[in-house]
């Protein structure tokens, strides 16, 4: 089982519509959550973190955290084209160590005009 | 804040020769970065975690003689390949951990794209 998993896509959505992605993560003990956005040729970018159960909304990203369920998403509401990008979840393990953030291998979202 | 910067944003060698890529953090300190490689359309591979005054730790895989690093000051961490082949052509990302935070965040640097001929 990987440490975390989410739907590589594509997943296209039409402009304005709200975009909706999902991942899970296998470590019940982990502590922090975190989504990254990477546009195509460029590195990651950090644009959520979340802490606790609940939602957490900056703008237009809503992320949310279901630790029961080990699930964290992150909506996206009137998508736009700049959005088109690959989408990263990234999960801090409750151990101490060298590296203890774990990628998912993201997830493609395309918005159509 | 947390910016990281990498230098050279793209490099074309030839085979065989050494090429040296920095990263640094600017405006905070990171006792950890990281080093990681992407070939296209995959996801991100973790190759080594840098810790500031010791021996960087290898994902499994990771040949340390061909990718030094060296992480001699807290803002400051270098990835060198030596004897660059073909199959070495990739894209290298670094991040930086600041040592203020405790939850983990990464900070990437924007990217090096090695080309070798």
């Known amino acids: 089982q990987k440490e975390v998993e989410q739907n590589s896509g594509p997943l296209s959505v039409p402009e304005g519509a709200i975009a909706s992605l999902n991942c899970t993560y296998s470590?019940?003990?982990?502590?922090?959550f975190f989504w990254y956005r990477q546009y195509s040729g460029k590195s990651p970018e950090l644009i959520m973190s979340i802490y606790s159960n609940g939602d957490k909304e900056d703008g237009r990203f809503t992320a949310q955290l279901n630790k029961a369920s080990q699930y964290v998403s992150l909506l996206i509401r009137d998508s736009q084209p700049s959005d088109s990008a690959t989408y990263l979840c990234?999960?801090?393990?409750?151990?101490?160590?060298?590296?203890?953030?774990?990628f998912g291998t993201g997830t493609r979202l395309t918005v159509i005009p | 804040g947390a910016v990281v910067s990498q230098h050279p944003s793209w490099v074309i060698c030839k085979s065989g020769t050494s090429v040296k890529i920095e990263c640094r953090s600017l405006d905070f300190q990171a006792t950890t970065m990281f080093w990681y490689r992407q070939f296209p359309k995959q996801s991100l591979m973790l190759m080594a975690t840098?810790?500031?005054?010791?021996?960087?730790?290898?994902e499994q895989g990771v040949e340390k003689d061909k990718f030094l690093i060296n992480h001699a000051s807290l803002t400051l961490s270098t990835l060198t390949v030596t004897s660059a082949h073909p199959e070495d052509s990739s894209f290298y990302i670094c991040?930086?951990?600041?040592?203020?935070?405790?939850?983990?965040?990464?900070?990437f640097g924007p990217g090096t794209r090695l080309t070798v001929l």
């Open positions: 470590d019940r003990g982990s502590q922090s």
């Open positions: 991040s930086a951990r600041p040592a203020r935070l405790t939850s983990g965040e990464q900070f």
């Open positions: 840098s810790n500031e005054g010791s021996k960087a730790t290898y």
């Open positions: 990234a999960v801090n393990r409750r151990q101490t160590g060298a590296n203890n953030l774990f």
